[in-house]
Nanobody, 124 residues
């Protein structure tokens, strides 16, 4: 059974940066699109970024496209989410999830494998 493990969360001051990692085993990022979702307390889960398998087309939620950067290292089977100029409203549990080939549809329930998440706290 494939496994997805996120890391890199923690406490960050507003205005700071963070890079989250998503390591996969039992599947290959050569064939899987990788997405990042976040869920803050009291809010619905939202997909914030996704990168497709082959041509590595990137998708971002419109409100965050200037601060978020998704990437992946296929050889390491690891994906990343760089978050810059962190805001208090970025505080959330961030989850990595994958689906075969394409990001579309970019829906949590449609992702094939999902990680347990890494917590990001933004506070001074």
């Amino acid at each position: 059974q494939p496994q997805i493990v996120e890391s890199g969360g923690g406490l960050v001051q507003p205005g700071g940066s963070l890079r989250l990692s998503c390591a996969a085993s039992g599947l290959s990022f050569y064939h899987y699109a990788v997405g990042w979702f976040r869920q803050a307390p009291g809010r619905e889960r939202e997909g914030v970024a996704c990168i497709s398998s082959s041509d590595e087309t990137e998708y971002y939620i419109e409100t965050e496209k200037d601060r978020f950067t998704i990437s992946k290292d296929k050889a390491k089977n690891t994906a990343y989410l760089q978050v810059d100029i962190l805001k208090p409203e970025d505080a959330a549990e961030y989850h990595c999830a994958v689906r075969f080939l394409s990001c579309s549809p970019f829906i949590w329930d449609d992702m094939e494998y999902r990680g347990k998440g890494t917590l990001v706290t933004v506070s001074s």
